[in-house]
Structures are given as structure tokens and as C-alpha cells.
């Protein structure tokens, strides 16, 4: 128990790391969106995202449960992203 208790520790390290690259992509995209004027949701990419990565996944019971943990990544990108506009349109004023 231990053991996989302190394996899992080192995943959310891991994890911490890959959250701090992906906001820092998902940065670069919102000012990109906010350049263009495009909204921040973008729907048909997290649908294809998500059913690439089910794919990918390969394991029916595990499914659901990655469907909701991407839907909580997304949305928690897309409010990160609108902070990001947010600070952009207030330096511009
Ligand atoms: C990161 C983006 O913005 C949003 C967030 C996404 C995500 O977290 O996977 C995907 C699409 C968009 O709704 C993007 O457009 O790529």
C-alpha cells in the first residue's frame, strides 16, 4: 500500500510539471485567440480530442471516468484562458 501509495505521489509530480507546460501552452493560445478575436471554447476540438484519446486509452471501464477528468482539464483551461484575456484587454486600456 505504501509503496503505491508513494508511487502515485510521484505520478502528481509528474503531473504538477505536465499542468504547468499544458497552461503555459493554453497561455500561448488564448493571447492567439484573443489576436483573432475567436472565442475561447472551441467544441468540436475537445470532442475530437476526446474520442482520440478514449481511443487511445483502450479500456472500457476506465472511459467515463477519463471523459469527466478531461472535461475538468478543459474547463479549467478555458477559465484560465479568459483570466489571460482578461489581464490582455485591461494593459490595453
Ligand atoms: C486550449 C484550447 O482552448 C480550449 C481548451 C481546450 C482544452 O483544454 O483541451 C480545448 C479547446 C478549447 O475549448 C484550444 O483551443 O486549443
Redesign the pocket.
Known amino acids: 500500500m505504501k509503496d503505491a501509495q508513494q508511487q502515485m505521489d510521484e505520478i502528481d509530480d509528474q503531473l504538477v510539471a505536465l499542468f504547468k507546460q499544458r497552461m503555459s501552452?493554453?497561455k500561448e493560445?488564448?493571447a492567439q485567440?484573443y489576436q483573432h478575436h475567436e472565442s475561447?471554447?472551441?467544441?468540436g476540438?475537445?470532442a475530437d480530442?476526446r474520442v482520440r484519446l478514449v481511443k487511445k486509452l483502450d479500456d472500457k471501464q476506465l472511459a467515463s471516468f477519463l471523459v469527466d477528468w478531461?472535461r475538468d482539464?478543459?474547463l479549467i483551461?478555458?477559465q484560465y484562458?479568459a483570466h489571460v484575456i482578461k489581464d490582455l484587454q485591461d494593459a490595453e486600456n
Open positions: 501552452l493554453a493560445v488564448a485567440k475561447i471554447s472551441n467544441r476540438r475537445e480530442e478531461l482539464t478543459t483551461t478555458k484562458q
